[in-house]
């Protein structure tokens, strides 16, 4: 399985393309010099956990197509998700004097990629960037669409930009070197889209889930490019999430607040969204959206990629100011993204918070 | 002359009107109500000058109109215009947990247009925000086209994103609590129209320099509306700057050298450009680009504002580092706005570095 497969995200003047092929991280010296045909510098921005692995590699066919590199390197964690570490990149950018159209590369995972992308959106009111995930998360998730952001105290990812990036360019290969906690984190993002859209696509992920945690390279390769076309196309329609985008944000109302409530140390956020999907299929049983038997079938199949299913001990009260400052609100109003069945999400909006107490006493 | 004056800027989903009204600050509820109708509350940024001065009856007109208002007031002044400001101000926006759809309304000069656009650009990956500017210079210039920004310390707005406001609202009355300065230092921006597309305005605003002086309301309102469409036919044709929307950079290369090698402290933002046009003026009959008289006509109608025309001292190479920041260069040129005329500027992509030290040793 080393074929290449390309995917095109159409939007106008920015469309770009998802690039996804075994080992391509070495080539991607070539790609960016047909793109950026102008350019002559640029700048990687990595975590000192992905750096060690994988920058060598990219700054040496980088330079090879005769491009003049620099780098940056944050610390790994979502903690350094913050305007500080983003700020500290805009210093490194203005001290090499980076021009418009020189690129910034994100080499890492969706931290390192949401927070170049901020970089990179700001910097001179924006220069073009690369996404080259390391993840499955970034490679599935993260690195398609254009949301970039760094977190605030009071909520994850409130400071941001829609930014598209110029390319996505991801080798699967990269997966070898993944913890096994992050490779299932991106496997909650994978079935995320199954439980969506696509019953079919929930129904194989949860049957080839050995081969998942085994990282066969075909079955890999597979949902990577089913994961990337659900996300293109989603986003094609709905850049700016005004309307169906919000869909993605299935497990992710109370996926975020976990996160918060926890402070990012107990849970990656696929982990977090795992256990949010389960109360969104919970939540859709309760209010009669969705048949009995749904958050069964949820629970199943996230057990079966190994991903948590228990429910953080809060009060209502807590999980309701969490997510009053959760950003895909509109007015007072908490929307979630419910089923009607697995492979069938929707917006609610008419979610009251009595039904939340109802939901969180159900958990106790 | 109370005539109201309405300008569209179409840009399709992100066109705004520009409403240009003397008295119009007591009706800006009814406005945002109409423009809002889901929002129930608001951000009012403005600055510790132009606060005590129009907070009162802008939060009034919103009060009345049924708006729940919040304010954030941040220091005056060019020094203030930071990452740090910038994070303050999505400190409150946090802590007030505004929504998505409910706007931040900026009232004051450029400095408050600039970060407040910038902190809804941000804020939730983009809140909508209302211009109300009330500086000369804002009226005709930073309140029009979406650049927001803040600075760094090695340049000036280098942090920022094209932004639109969803309204501007302009009430030329306030220019009577203007310092004389500010009033001047808008007049360049004005003039500056003028020399790159339009040698009658040129004239018009030089023969009418001593009715802008007094305020006349019917002189300042004609160049106020002059200005807006101006500006807002360029950002039609051009909304991001990839071509002639950097012809409203004359002056701009040279000017933000000044206020940076200057430490922003010895000239405003418009006197800086006012010498910058001067400077462009010269090197462009250096290049003979533009007719010998080029220089001395441009020279003429700045003095007739009352703008500085004296080009401070600095070494060629103080100069060439400081503009190699400055962000409109693309590669490692830097690109300049020059004229072939008074009423006919263009992007120059061939200026050495070498005509930059001819240049300044004419000065010396």
Same mark, same amino acid.
């Given at each position: 399985?080393?074929?290449?497969?390309?995917?095109t995200?159409?939007?106008?003047?920015?469309s770009?393309e998802?690039?996804?092929?075994?080992?391509?991280?070495?080539?991607?010296?070539?790609?960016?010099s047909?793109?950026?045909g102008?350019?002559?510098?640029?700048?990687?921005?990595s975590?000192?956990?992905?750096?060690p692995?994988?920058?060598e590699?990219?700054?040496?066919?980088?330079e090879?197509?005769?491009?003049?590199?620099?780098?940056?390197?944050m610390?790994?964690?979502?903690?350094?998700?913050?305007?500080?570490?983003?700020?500290a990149?805009?210093?490194t950018?203005?001290?090499?004097?980076?021009?418009?159209?020189?690129?910034i590369?994100?080499?890492?995972?969706?931290?390192?990629?949401?927070?170049?992308?901020?970089?990179?959106?700001?910097?001179?009111?924006?220069?073009?960037? !690369?996404?080259v995930?390391?993840?499955?998360?970034?490679?599935?998730?993260?690195? !398609?669409?254009?949301?970039?952001?760094?977190?605030?105290?009071?909520?994850?990812?409130?400071?941001?930009?829609?930014?598209?990036?110029?390319?996505?360019?991801?080798?699967?290969?990269?997966?070898?070197?993944?913890?096994?906690?992050?490779?299932?984190?991106?496997?909650?993002?994978?079935?995320?889209?199954?439980?969506?859209?696509?019953e079919?696509?929930?129904?194989?992920?949860?049957?080839?889930?050995?081969?998942?945690h085994?990282?066969?390279?075909?079955?890999?390769?597979?949902?990577?490019?089913?994961?990337?076309?659900y996300?293109?196309?989603?986003?094609m329609?709905?850049?700016?999430?005004?309307?169906?985008?919000?869909?993605l944000?299935?497990?992710?109302?109370?996926?975020?607040?976990?996160?918060?409530?926890?402070?990012?140390?107990?849970y990656?956020?696929?982990?977090?969204?795992?256990?949010?999907?389960?109360?969104?299929?919970?939540?859709?049983?309760?209010?009669?959206?969705?048949?009995?038997?749904?958050?069964?079938?949820? !629970?199943?199949a996230?057990?079966?990629?190994?991903?948590?299913?228990?429910?953080?001990?809060?009060?209502?009260e807590?999980?309701?100011?969490?997510?009053?400052?959760d950003?895909?609100?509109?007015?007072s109003?908490?929307?979630?993204?419910?089923?009607?069945?697995?492979?069938?999400?929707?917006?609610?909006?008419? !979610?009251t918070?009595?039904?939340?107490?109802?939901?969180?006493?159900?958990?106790a």
């Open positions: 399985m080393s074929a290449i497969q390309q995917y995200v159409y939007l106008a003047d920015r770009y998802i690039h996804i092929e075994s080992g391509c991280l070495k080539n991607i010296g070539d790609a960016c047909k793109l950026f102008q350019a002559s510098r640029c700048l990687i921005i975590n000192d956990v992905v750096a692995l994988y920058l590699v990219l700054q040496s066919s980088l090879a197509s005769g491009w003049q590199v620099s780098q940056h390197i610390p790994d964690g979502e903690q350094y998700k913050t305007i500080q570490t983003w700020s990149i805009l210093d950018l203005m001290n090499r004097k980076l021009s418009r159209n020189e690129p590369i994100a080499l890492g995972g969706g931290v390192v990629g949401d927070i170049a992308g901020f970089a990179a959106a700001c910097y001179r009111r924006g220069i073009p960037f !690369v996404q995930p390391t993840t499955l998360l970034a490679q599935v998730d993260s690195s !398609v669409g254009g949301k970039t952001a760094v977190s605030h105290p009071l909520g994850k990812n409130m400071i941001g930009a829609f930014y598209q990036p110029k390319l996505v360019w991801i080798d699967p290969d990269v997966l070898q070197t993944l913890a096994p906690n992050q490779l299932r984190a991106g496997l909650a993002e994978v079935i995320k889209y199954g439980a969506i859209w696509d079919s696509f929930f129904n194989y992920v949860e049957q080839y889930a050995e081969q998942l085994a990282l066969d390279a075909e079955v890999v390769s597979k949902v990577i490019i089913a994961s990337c076309k996300k293109a196309e989603i986003v329609q709905d850049e700016t999430e005004q309307g169906a985008r919000a869909l944000n299935l497990g992710h109302t109370f996926g975020h607040a976990i996160e918060s409530m926890t402070h990012y140390t107990s990656l956020h696929g982990e977090a969204v795992a256990i949010g999907m389960r109360m969104a299929a919970r939540l859709s049983e309760q209010l009669r959206y969705a048949p009995s038997g749904t958050e069964a079938r949820m !629970v199943k996230l057990e079966a990629l190994e991903l948590p299913v228990d429910v953080p001990r809060f009060s209502a807590q999980w309701l100011n969490v997510m009053g400052h950003k895909k609100n509109v007015g109003l908490i929307r979630y993204i419910l089923l009607h069945d697995i492979g069938d999400a929707f917006i609610a909006e008419d !979610v918070d009595k039904d939340i107490h109802t939901l969180i006493a159900s958990f």
